[in-house]
């Protein structure tokens, strides 16, 4: 991998982690114009505004979930990108599609192209699981549960075709215990009438 060709600079970016910010670039004492240096000796790569990745980091096909994830800590990967993360779809999304708390404020991401809805705040944490980005990596995702009954509450918006496909993998998959935390996070969601009667047409 190319490394910096600054010693100085070279010490500094080695106490960074893998995915990292401009705010701890310049904790580490890396000023903008020496990012730009890194950038141009290809010891960095920008993956988004203000979001860097070394390239001595260990290679990821989720790049774009680091990028989104480090711009937006509040935010959680939800709808098409969590279905596809936990294969539970075989499309691959053209957006990072992520969730944040109703009321507070929307990521204005440009790029990587970006997603985002709003959950009501009083469920917001429901169902949230960590998924490893990267090796010691990792970003705020729902459940595979929680994104199957979100797919079925939003199939209108996401598509009836993609919503029924992703319930019945999730089933087939997930055994008599995956349909119990179904009906626990349809339950808490108010959404039990969409789902019970998806669930028993599947099962029939």
Known sequence: M?????????????GLPPTFTTAQAR??????????????E????????????RADAPET???????????????????ES??????????????VHIAVPRGSRR???SYPPVVVAQYAA???????????????????VYSAA????????HRHRLGETLALAALGRYLRSSGRDGVSELQYIARELDALSVIRPAVEAVLA
Request: with cysteine; glycine share 4%; net charge negative.
């Open 122 to 140: 009083e469920t917001f944490a429901l169902g949230i699981e960590r998924f490893q980005a990267a090796p010691g990596e990792t970003v705020p």
């Open 27 to 40: 904790q580490a004492s890396l000023s903008p114009r020496d990012l730009a240096t890194l950038v141009a």
């Open 146 to 153: 929680r994104s199957v009954v979100d797919a079925m509450r």
């Open 42 to 53: 290809g010891a960095i790569e920008e993956l988004s505004r203000g979001v860097y990745r």
């Open 107 to 109: 990521p204005a991401i």
């Open 82 to 95: 969590a279905l596809s993360l936990h294969e539970l779809i075989d499309d691959i999304p053209a957006a």
């Open 61 to 79: 096909a989720h790049a774009d979930l680091l990028a989104v994830c480090t711009r937006a800590p509040r935010a959680v990967v939800c709808g």
């Open 2 to 14: 190319p490394s910096a060709e600054n010693p100085r600079l070279e010490q500094r970016l080695s």
